[in-house]
C-alpha cells in the first residue's frame, strides 16, 4: 500500500542552525500538509501546498518556515534559524486533490522528531 | 480558531471490554476522521466520515458523524492489547486544515 515517507527520523540541531526536513508524499497525491506535535500536546496544522504555492498556513507558520517541492517527488520543510520551541515532531501528509471530501482524507507519514538544543 | 474537545483524556480497560470515546466542537464540521498514534510514528487514518449522521465500521472500530455535524464518537469492541495506543479525532472543513482533538490514551491491560 502507497505511504509518506519521512527523513530524517530523527535530526539534533543547535539553536539558530537550519534544518531541512524531507518528505515524500504519496505519488498519485497533489496536495500536501506539514504539522507538529509538541511532545505530549495534540497534532497542529502548519501549512498546506498545492500547484507549487502555498495554499493555506496557521499563524505557527511564520517567515522563519518555508516549504518547497524541488522535484516531481519530494516536499521539504526548511526552518531558517532554529529555537528551542521549534522541538517536536513534525509530520508530513498528503491527500489525492482536493475535489471532494474522499479526496481529500490526508494520509501521515511516521514523523521527524526534531530536537533543538 | 476552531477547537475539537476530546474525552476522555485517558482509558485503563481490561482486554474484551468495549471502548467508547468522541469528540465535540461548537462549530460543524464537513468531515470527521479518527486516527490513531502508535509511541514515535505518525496518524494512522481509522475511519473517515463524510456525511451529517453516517455510521461506518472498519472491522471492531464504529464511529458516527453526528446529526449536527458538530460531534462524532468512536467506538472499539473487543478490546486486545493492540488497540494500546493514542485515538485522535480531526475534522475537516472544506479547507485544507485538520483540526485535531487532543487525543484519548487508551491502555489494555491483558
Known amino acids: 500500500e502507497p505511504e509518506v515517507t519521512q527523513t530524517p527520523s530523527h535530526q539534533v540541531t543547535q539553536m539558530g542552525q537550519e534544518v531541512i526536513l524531507r518528505c515524500v508524499p504519496i505519488?498519485?497525491?497533489?496536495?500536501f500538509y506539514w504539522y507538529r506535535q509538541i511532545l505530549g500536546q495534540k497534532v497542529e496544522f502548519l501549512v498546506s501546498?498545492?500547484?507549487?504555492?502555498?495554499?493555506?498556513k496557521s499563524e505557527i507558520f511564520d517567515d522563519q518556515f518555508s516549504v518547497e517541492r524541488p522535484d516531481g517527488s519530494n516536499f521539504t520543510l526548511k526552518i531558517r534559524s532554529t529555537k528551542l520551541e521549534d522541538s517536536a515532531m513534525y509530520f508530513c501528509?498528503?491527500?489525492?486533490?482536493?475535489?471532494?471530501?474522499?479526496?481529500?482524507?490526508?494520509?501521515f507519514g511516521p514523523g521527524t522528531r526534531l530536537l533543538v538544543l | 480558531g476552531q477547537q475539537l474537545n476530546q474525552s476522555p483524556q485517558s482509558m485503563f480497560i481490561q482486554e474484551g471490554e468495549d471502548v467508547s470515546m468522541n469528540c465535540t466542537s461548537s462549530?460543524?464540521?464537513?468531515?470527521w476522521l479518527w486516527y490513531k498514534q502508535d509511541p514515535g510514528e505518525g496518524p494512522v487514518l481509522l475511519i473517515a466520515?463524510?456525511?451529517?449522521?453516517e455510521l461506518t465500521s472498519n472491522g471492531r472500530l464504529t464511529a458516527q458523524f453526528g446529526i449536527t455535524r458538530k460531534d462524532s464518537f468512536l467506538n472499539i469492541s473487543a478490546s486486545i492489547p493492540s488497540d494500546v495506543g493514542i485515538y485522535f479525532c480531526?475534522?475537516?472543513?472544506?479547507?485544507?486544515?485538520?483540526?485535531f482533538g487532543g487525543g484519548t490514551r487508551l491502555m489494555v491491560k491483558p
Open positions: 501528509a498528503s491527500s489525492e486533490q482536493g475535489g471532494g471530501p474522499i479526496q481529500e482524507t490526508q494520509y
Open positions: 505519488s498519485n497525491h497533489l496536495y
Open positions: 501546498f498545492y500547484n507549487n504555492e502555498i495554499s493555506e
Open positions: 462549530s460543524i464540521f464537513n468531515t
Open positions: 466520515l463524510y456525511k451529517a449522521g
Open positions: 480531526a475534522g475537516n472543513n472544506a479547507g485544507n486544515m485538520l483540526t
